[in-house]
């Protein structure tokens, strides 16, 4: 049934994605590292294009050693940002031609390689979920290994997505960093050879539960990578602003504005969270044709619906007084750490029906 | 002074009834009841509601495993107790349990309700009046028009009335709203979570849930003697459960032969018949994993599957008193070897009893023990351990019938061997002989009944309809005055604000808006970009940028005055307006 030469395909081409992820943290690194842009001077009284188009310009350059400038520069700021600041938030934004937009593309030759090796990478990683699931017959998610392989590449895909869409090319190094871990853990330690599912499993329903899932888990993932920088990011400008050294500067340099970073952390949940909410609803409606009862507090079950409330507080801090912020930032760092147990604590630790890991 | 300012006036929601005043009981409650339905409480209830789900988790659950509770009681001797005088085998039946639920939420009618009401007033409403400064706002622009003052101003209005804004005209200014859906998502989601609540009540209160374990060949009816665990609802009896039968003809299981999933289950088919009335006719069904039956809205499920070796047993007097099939429960999956007992109380002289083992496809290890090698059944063998004395079985305590009480009887002293179907054990001392006849299966079947089942769907679907809604729609108000300048010519401004807007984006809608106005309306002179504005950073203090909390200053979402009443955009939106005033003059 299973199609051997095809699931050895789909083994090389992940050990081949996770390479190219490698080389592409190496290139979006040396992009931090070479490729510090010029800040010149704003002029406040400039016309309002020539600034949006200095402010793509200055990129990220001086924004650690004053947090003012770099607010200035990300377009954070009423000032600079009313017309077009959504489009100019880039840390790496090109300068266009004057008055013209800046490009959505990678500027630089180390972050464009950095992103093509990811694209590429991704494009790889694809192919070995595709002749995985080609190899099996099946949706290629039925255990932990796959699983693992899935939201990587679903996180991966985000990643790009909002590279492009927010111009977050200064994400790569801190999404792929988690991604690369996990995926080595996954062909080293977890992998299971291609395989037939139990026919628990074995439903439509089960391809629509766990697609949810693993869209919603790659956003969260990427939610919570932004939102760890956000904390750093925001704490850095506390020690700049109390004029306390911070050790994190150089690093800043290369990041927008805390509130930036805020936002478009804010932006993933807000994209998650419906998301893991029809992945919920679907595992429900598949427990019931499964089972016969569409909730029964299953540990995984229980573990998810953890993660669903964790994810509404914070939505909740983020409207409520006084726990905007750092606050919320924890609170959903802490969602973040639900979902991650139910997904290796709940399989390794808690038996129960959802437990199909193929560990045992 | 920005929105912003504006909106990071105290709540006055959280502070205790005013200081000094006298305060009587009324006064009290109402407090009380504005500290439940307040954003905070909502926040550290769902931390509770969160944290207080752990434990189900972590403990085995009475309504899940209740084998895995008593294995507790035994390996926790003094805990076990006190976590069940708290609940901790019930955690999600626990009163404390339910406690936080349900103050969640009545927090939740009590702060939805009221919003709700507030929306559909202010729905009626037209949009406040435009600021006089429209340069305050948070976005703002203005540009020469190319016509006089009343084509651009009625131009600006058909503009916006296409993009279907809500209007209010007035003296050379037009207000525009849009983005209503956004609350009325928000409202939908909340109230959708309370009919989920009061869905799954109706379930827990007329539905009910029951175990069968049905051996091929044979049939029963949904009545509950006949069902091996019954859980019904709180309000229902045994009168409501319908009157359907089941019998089932066959079952069929299929195994994956080779690679390393080799033992593993492929599929599993019970070829049942049933009739939904006593007497009725009888249908056919193929009930197979994730196919259940549905018979007149009670659903059957096949949750699992062992073997039931038939025995015929003769006693020491010649009669065959025992001749039925068992069923064996698996211990193992890789090989289904199965474990159970055969009670034989009519047997004389004496009871008699044997504890069972089957193996499917018996096999002896290289140390001489016995094992399967495989779920189905290539060689089925049993072995069997025999016991003479009393079963036991009138002590008036109930027992398991999956379990051999023989602390009143004594082994006989007979060397178990494996027995092939057909093969007999004759039993020494003329107690009589055991013959292992053949195989049947066994299936073991889930029924279910859950009105609420279909009303929870709906409720969910309606919920994440509303969260989408919320997520996708803003709110924002976009305000146009038209002026003549000093040389006679009609200017445009262009000022917009928003509330809903956390996540960005409106800059980009405002941009692109005054991009489409200038192209529509303008002049030859130049787009007057923010460039034109007052500076902001004027009113900001060099700090902030570095508060802790994003400022999100060019998001420009107006904190809201009161987290609790998102209707504020309006107070918000008039107070802005007029504080833009005596600030302008
Ligand atoms: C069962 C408990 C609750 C859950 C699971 C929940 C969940 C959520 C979620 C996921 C959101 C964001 C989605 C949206 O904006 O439409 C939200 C927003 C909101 N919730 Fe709740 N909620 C609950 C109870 C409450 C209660 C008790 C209140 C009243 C105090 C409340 C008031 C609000 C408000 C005002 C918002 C809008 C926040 C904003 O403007 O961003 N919720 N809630």
Sequence with gaps: ?360 | MTAADLGAAPAGTTGSPAPGARFGPVAWLRWGWRQLTSMRTALVLLFLLALASIPGSVLPQEGIDPAAVTQYYTSHPTLAPILARLSGFDVFGAPWFAAIYLLLFTSLAGCVLPRAFRLARSSRQPPPKAPRNLRRLPQATSFRAAGSAEETLAGATAMLRQRRFRLRTGDGWVSAEKGYLHEVGNLLFHIALLCLLASVALGGLFGYKANKLLVAGNGFADTPPALDVFHPGRLVTASDLAPFSITMTHFSASYITSGTQRGEPASFNAYVKYSSQYDGPTRAYNLRVNHPLNVDGVQVFLIGHGYAPIFKVTDGTGHVVFDQPVPFIPVEQSGLTSDGVIKVPDANPQQLGFSGEFLPTAYETVTGSVSSAFPATDLPRVILVSYQGNLGMNSGTPQSIYSLDTSQMRRIDITPKLLAPGQTMVLPHGLGKVTFVGIRQWASLAITYDPGQFPALASAIAALAGLIMSFLVRRRRIFVRVAAADDGAAVLELGGLTRSDAAGGFETEFAELAVEFKRELGGSAELGGPAERTEPEQSRTPSEPARPEPAQPGLARPEPAQPDEPEALSADGIALAQSAQSKGE
């Excluded at chain 1, 938030?89 to 990811?118: E, K, N």
């Excluded at chain 1, 478009?264 to 598949?286: D, E, H, K, N, S």
């Design chain 1, 1 to 360: 049934m299973v199609n051997t030469a095809l699931a050895q395909v789909s083994n090389a081409a992940l050990v081949s994605a996770i390479m190219l992820y490698g080389f592409a943290m190496l290139a979006y690194a040396c992009d931090f590292l070479y490729n510090r842009r010029q800040v010149p001077a704003a002029a406040p009284a400039e016309p309002a294009r020539a600034k949006v188009a200095t402010a793509a310009l200055v990129g990220a350059g001086a924004g650690g050693a004053d947090p003012d400038q770099a607010e200035r520069n990300f377009g954070a700021d009423p000032a600079d940002a009313s017309q077009l600041a959504d489009l100019s938030q880039s840390s790496s934004g090109p300068a266009g031609p004057a008055g013209a937009l800046p490009s959505r593309w990678p500027s630089g030759s180390w972050l464009r390689t950095a992103f093509v090796l990811t694209c590429l990478g991704l494009l790889i990683h694809a192919t070995a979920i595709v002749t995985r699931g080609l190899a099996e017959n099946r949706f290629p998610w039925g255990n932990m290994y796959e699983f693992i392989s899935a939201i990587t590449c679903a996180a991966v895909l985000f990643l790009t997505v909002a590279a492009i869409r927010f111009r977050a090319y200064y994400m790569g190094l801190f999404v792929l960093l988690p991604v690369v871990i996990a995926l080595v853990v996954d062909v080293v330690v977890i992998y299971t050879p291609a395989g037939a599912v139990a026919p628990a499993l074995n439903s439509y329903w089960i391809a629509i539960h766990v697609t949810g899932m693993i869209i919603a888990i790659g956003m969260y993932i990427f939610g919570a990578v932004v939102t760890v920088l956000y904390l750093l990011a925001a704490r850095h400008e506390r020690r700049v602003a109390a004029g306390q050294d911070s050790a994190v500067a150089g690093i800043m340099a290369q990041l927008p504005s805390a509130a930036k970073l805020d936002q478009l952390a804010y932006r993933a949940i807000l994209f998650a969270f419906p998301a893991w909410t029809f992945a919920v609803i679907a595992g429900a409606i598949w427990a019931d044709h499964a089972w016969g009862r569409y909730w029964g507090w299953d540990p995984k079950e229980t573990w998810s619906f953890i993660t669903w409330v964790v994810y509404a507080a914070f939505l909740h801090a983020r409207a409520t007084a006084g726990w905007r912020g750092r606050r919320a930032a924890y609170i959903q760092l802490f969602g973040f750490a639900c979902l991650m147990f139910n997904l290796v604590g709940v399989n390794l630790w808690i038996t129960g029906l959802h437990s199909y890991a193929g560990l045992t």
